[in-house]
């Protein structure tokens, strides 16, 4: 607290400790609450490649006291468990062959290896800051007096987060996803409670970067503790914006931060690549380097509960490094990305992350950065927003940035899809299969022929997209392995072949063994495979919540992936059968088919009670799709009375594909000339 | 701070039973103090660095003090992973806390990998008078597990870096050992983790 104590922590001891806010009982459970939910985190990792069946039982702690938080939320979890015996056998069997694969047990060893790595640093960290070498009665002491110091102010007016977003799902969800381990730490007061979350946020960004699993660990911390929600990502928030303020004053040089600034912005316009782009638009560029001293710090964080000496102290080396603070905000990621792009830049037009808040002139000022990132990734494109448009949604609480990718593909199925399904050949057809089940009618190829005869409409430009989703998905991977995104969790959020998009790059990441990068995903009707080998693939690098949102109402899905491996399942379609730790989300009675999700993906981020969503923006969607809905109809009705010729028809839409395609394409190269170079 | 990134890092752990003497050795052996007043117990896991030269070659010390507490038994899944040595610390004042050493090496021989290194140490060996457990106990008990002993006083200074020392070195001796230590710790943990599940949930 006083100023001599700060220099001192700052010259020599960074492992300012935690007794200023804690007894030594309480440091003690503190640990064991660490300790024990990392264990039970490892158990989730293990559950992942484990063969048993039951997905349910057992293993998750007692749940202290939860009634008076959320009364109904246990409910989701006891299913599965009525499975018939001999079959349970079979496919456990089937499961234990694919299990014991090397290939599966060396995903499994590594998975586990980084996750201990990971423990082993945190818990030594944890170990070093609460065994403090001076002791406890000088510290009881000052530990009286912090708390009769107005400085911190426990109960901060919630200014970064809307009251419009979605608080009680995202808490119900945080409580029934990371149950709460019983701890008596749930007793102390809530502002000391509130201080521990926060010393506990700092101590993990001091081991400088803060990976997915440290910020799983902040939830299921959270949920111990029984805070909401809001109050970490508030946190992460308000400290976010202290790191790099207090960043920013030490490095003197404001101009050399406005001028790499501008350049930015002109920079993007002008190269498309990920390399450039990844550097310059998700970092902030250089000029960080002076070092931050502790009373720096603590004046711009005097908001959250913990003295200024406590706060630099468990941040340690972030508290002393603009370079580190750079780092983990991604100032010095994309460099090698520029590099390892070469290699796909020939097949990959264009790639380039977009930023969604602070945005009217493209522009990203300190104050919208956050400590996590969140990229949506769009799967075709109507007109040109679409890159942008499904993902103002996100709220502010972590860094939403919309990939732009492949614009001319997209743009080009987009146009096409909407053509088929306003199409005469695609209502006779849509009757038609409602008689089967879609699913049979993929298996069987027993498609309608009018349908059939418009195919070529759409068959080209989807293979064409997907197989430019599966490579600009490395390059994805590729970016968040070069820390694009610095040393953040990344959530990733895609529909169709955007979805496509992200599964390709969680395949890529599980193959160069990349854990710890991405947080959550989300894929909405994904055009790839529901096998349970590429789930569990994919699960080993996500570290949070992995939801599968599928519609089996889906036709057009369907119909453009019937070319495709199709024994292997579609995610999109179904459920994701045998893999302990996906969510499954059916939204079949919300979507009627693939064009849908486009306006859908808010409401489905809200009804899965993801973090952080704006319910206004969700309400807006919903009115599009509203209006989106009755101009079909309106369509549909005048087409209905015709009897239309599906070659003739076909011919026609290919020349109206076009048109539309070309014009959207227009008028973005016309916005480029006009802002860029 | 950052030369030492580049030299070749040892991870030794100290366990035994609380009250051993673990903390004040390291804290002797590091920063050179000793306080008779302080008995405060370790929390989980102290961690502590120390540069050692031994042959000329300069190391990175990983030190790890564990608590000896009971109820942190939990966490000891998580600290043994990619250990190179484990010292075992009784004290030679207390004849219970010599007789559970048998259950800490087996503790150690079963969660380290393997090929670690063991050092057996009495502490306290000022305390000749209330003395209850010989020294030829404790050679022998470290022959039975084929490891190195030695009596060491962290109030007197005496023998306090011997331990570090002749570890250090039976560990370099080995280049197995020090090489193999990423490869191997992979399925060490494996194995830890599965034990460390019955522990989990109880």
Redesign the interface.
Known sequence: MAPPAAKDAAAHNQDQDLTTILT?EE??EL??LV??I???M??HI?DTFDASLDTTK??QPPILAVQDKNPNIDESKPHEETDDEEKDRKIREKREKELSAPKMLEM???S??FF??W??SV??????V??S?K??IEKQKEKASTEATPESDPNPEPRVIRRNTNIEEADAALIELYPPTSTSLYSLSKDKRIALLQAMLMLLLSLEHYSSPSRILLLHISSSLHLPLHILTETEVKLAQGLLEAAKHMSGSEETQKRSDENKVARRWKVGLAGVAGAAVIGITGGLAAPLVAAGIGSVMGGLGLGATTAAGLLGTLAESGVIVGSLFGAYGGRMTGKMMDAYAKEVEDFAFLPLKGSKHHDTKPEDRRLRVTIGVSGWLTQKEDIITPWRAMGRQSEVFALRWELEALTKLGSSMESVVKSAAWSVAKKEIIARTIFASLMDALWPIALLKVSKIVDNPFSVAKSRADKAGLVLADALINKAQGERPVTLIGYSLGARLIYSCLMSLAERRAFGLVESVVLIGTPGPSDATVWRAMRSVVSGRLVNVYSENDYILAFLYRTSAIQFGVAGLQEIQDVKGIENVNVSEMVSGHLRYQYLVGGILEKIGFEDIDVDEVAKEEETLALLEEEEKNEQEKKSGKDIDPEKEAAEMEKEVKKKTDLTLMQRATETLHLGK | MASDESLPTLKILMIGPSGAGKSALLIRYCDDQFDSESSTATIGVDFKVKKLSVHGKAYRLNLLDTAGQERFRTLSNSYYRGAHGVILVYDISNRESFLAMERWFEEAESNAMPGAVMYLVGSKMDKSSGRTVKTEEGIELAERHGCQFCEVSSKTRDNVRKPFVEIVDAIVKDPKLLNASSRRSGTVSVAGGSSGDSGCAC
Do not use: F, H, M, W
Request: net charge positive; hydrophobic share 25%.
């Open positions: 030594t440091r003690v640990t064991l300790a024990n990392t264990e039970v490892r158990k293990q057992k293993q499994k060893k590594d586990l290896d201990d790595k423990r082993e818990i030594s960290r944890v170990g070093t609460v065994n070498p002791e406890v």
